[in-house]
């Protein structure tokens, strides 16, 4: 699936908006189905990516709002940014261990790089499977990137 603007995502499902809790749609996500997330898959054989387009701009900060849709319980996803006219690479990790029944809670991470990047740049979510297991399982729901 790639998002109007360039996002690529792999090994996803897009979850939506609505009223109610009926797959592919949670109330958690929005009121309806014009609102969108990526949920990563942490499978072994094929982790869930969501891969920017090239940025420009520079980039000191990025914050994400999650969630769990399952009663999946671990969740771990890399974030990767590269900097284009460097190569310079720097990664940050979003771990949680939470309780099987709690879902739809939104959790916030933020990101302040220690050396800002200045140029153009790729941002990549993988789901780094912490269960190690080869069915759907550590899935994370990215439901807001904001990177500035």
Same mark, same amino acid.
């Given at each position: 699936y790639t998002t109007a603007s360039g996002w690529v995502? %792999? $090994?996803?499902?897009?979850?939506?908006? =609505?009223?109610?809790? *009926?797959? !592919? &749609?949670? !109330? @958690? *996500? =929005? !009121?309806?189905?014009t609102h969108k997330a990526v949920c990563l898959n942490g499978k072994t054989s094929a982790p869930g990516t969501l891969t920017s387009p090239t940025l420009t701009g520079g980039l000191e900060e990025i914050n994400v709002?999650?969630? #769990? *849709?399952?009663?999946? +319980? #671990?969740?771990? @996803? +890399?974030i990767t940014v590269t900097e284009? &006219?460097? =190569? $310079? @690479?720097? +990664?940050?990790?979003i771990a949680a261990e939470l !309780? %099987?029944?709690e879902k739809y @809670? *939104?959790?916030?991470?933020?990101? %302040?790089?220690?050396?800002?990047v200045t140029g153009d740049y790729t941002i990549v979510f #993988? $789901?780094?499977?912490?269960?190690?297991?080869?069915s759907n399982k550590d899935r994370m729901t990215l439901l807001k990137v904001e990177y500035k």
């Open positions: 995502t %792999k $090994n996803a499902a897009i979850q939506v908006g =609505g009223s109610a809790v *009926i797959n !592919p &749609a949670y !109330p @958690v *996500i =929005g !009121p309806d189905n709002d999650y969630t #769990k *849709i399952f009663t999946d +319980t #671990k969740l771990s @996803v +890399t284009l &006219a460097t =190569g $310079n @690479v720097y +990664t940050h990790t !309780p %099987k029944d @809670v *939104i959790y916030s991470d933020s990101w %302040k790089l220690e050396t800002p #993988k $789901n780094d499977c912490p269960s190690n297991s080869t």
